[in-house]
Structures are given as structure tokens and as C-alpha cells.
């Protein structure tokens, strides 16, 4: 079936280098593509998304890319941060069911000082 | 401030004896969603609903139910748990292309 699935579960940085956090996806047909960081004890947070008409999107310290071509998502964060450390999850919005999130499986990321 | 609340937040439970995990969200969301997260699966979505009194079940809906009688809230229901619903389980309300999450209830079910 249709899935979301990461490149790489673990990530590990040192602080104030630049972080890309990968993300392969199957469904063309989704309409949003949505990144989530979530902290130990917490809920999934939402941290950026981008419109399936879009290839590119920043944030603060964030930047999303879109590859329709490959079905390629990726979440770049400039000058990672000790807080920055969790697990990042890509989800997708998919039609069924009006505003599903399909999500992957995710990657821990890991800053060191 | 927007937010999802969700209660209890741990529970610890016996087979089979009815429980209710309350969700609320006060952004007037149409669209609410329950997820559970166990290790290496990942969130799988329970149930949604795209507005009151429609629900719709999702990837991972056996062994739950759900209500909508009023937009705010969403709660899931366990008629009798067992213990492969032990889990971490997310109320989420949303609009497209964003999603705001509950702080989670986690239960375990003996």
C-alpha cells in the first residue's frame, strides 16, 4: 500500500552544523506534506508544512524541500540546536478521509555539543 | 491559546474493564483524529471525524470506539481493552496541512 517512510532512523550533529532530515513518500496524490517534532513526553509539534504545488519552503531556521519527481521530502534546520534534539516525523495529508496525516516512522535527531 | 487537551494522561488499567480517554480542542477544528504510538510503528491513525456526528475509522480502528456529539470534543473509547492496546495514544485537531496534538495519554492495559 501506500506508506511514508524515512531514509535514516537515527541522526546524529554537532551543535551549529546544519541538520537534513530525509523523507520518501508514495502517494502523488497527497495535498500537504507536513514535518512534526516531537520531544520525550510530548506530543507530535508541528514544525513546517509545504503545499504539494510547491517545491520549497522556510521557516524559522527551517527549510522543507519538495521533489515531486522522486517523491523526495527533506527538513533542513540552519545551526542545529541542543533543543533541537527529538524525533522529526514527515507526514503526509492525504484525501482520504478529508485530512488524514499519514505519518513516517521517524528519525531521532541527536545534537552533540 | 489554541491547544488539545486530552485525560487522563497515564492510565493503568485491567483487561477488559470499560475506560474513556477525553479529548477537547478549542480552536473550533472540523477535523479531529485519534493516533496511537507504539515503538517502531510509529503514529497510526484510530479514528477521525470530519465534523459532528461523522467518524470514520482509520488504519488501526479494532477494539475502539468513538463519539462526536459536540465539535470541541472527541473522546475514545475502550468497551474492553486488552492488553495489545497498551500504548501512547495522541488526540490530534486539524486543519489542511497542519495538526495540533494533545500531550498524550499513556496506558497500559494488565
Known amino acids: 500500500g501506500e506508506s511514508v517512510g524515512l531514509h535514516l532512523p537515527t541522526l546524529s550533529v554537532q551543535e551549529g552544523d546544519n541538520s537534513i532530515i530525509n523523507c520518501a513518500y508514495s502517494?502523488?496524490?497527497?495535498?500537504?506534506f507536513i514535518w512534526y517534532k516531537q520531544e520525550s513526553g510530548k506530543g507530535p509539534q508541528f514544525i513546517i508544512d509545504?503545499?504539494?504545488?510547491?517545491d520549497k519552503r522556510q521557516g524559522q531556521r527551517v527549510t522543507v524541500l519538495l521533489n515531486k519527481t522522486v517523491k523526495h521530502l527533506s527538513l533542513q534546520i540552519a545551526a542545529t540546536q541542543p533543543g533541537d534534539s527529538a524525533v522529526y516525523f514527515c507526514a503526509e495529508n492525504t484525501p482520504r478521509g478529508g485530512y488524514a496525516l499519514n505519518f513516517g516512522k521517524g528519525t531521532s535527531l541527536l545534537v552533540t555539543p | 491559546e489554541a491547544q488539545v487537551t486530552q485525560n487522563p494522561r497515564y492510565l493503568i488499567t485491567v483487561t477488559g474493564k470499560k475506560l474513556t480517554v477525553t479529548c477537547s480542542q478549542n480552536?473550533?477544528?472540523?477535523?479531529m483524529s485519534w493516533y496511537r504510538q507504539d515503538p517502531g510503528l510509529g503514529l497510526r491513525q484510530i479514528y477521525y471525524?470530519?465534523?459532528?456526528?461523522?467518524?470514520d475509522k482509520g488504519d488501526v480502528p479494532e477494539g475502539y470506539k468513538v463519539s462526536r456529539k459536540e465539535k470541541r470534543n472527541f473522546p475514545l473509547i475502550l468497551e474492553s481493552p486488552s492488553p495489545n492496546q497498551t500504548s501512547l495514544y495522541f488526540c490530534?485537531?486539524?486543519?489542511?496541512?497542519?495538526?495540533?496534538f494533545g500531550p498524550g495519554t499513556r496506558l497500559t492495559v494488565t
Open positions: 502517494n502523488s496524490a497527497s495535498d500537504y
Open positions: 480552536m473550533n477544528h472540523e477535523y
Open positions: 471525524s470530519m465534523n459532528v456526528e461523522v467518524t
Open positions: 490530534a485537531s486539524s486543519l489542511p496541512g497542519t495538526g495540533y
Open positions: 509545504i503545499r504539494s504545488n510547491m
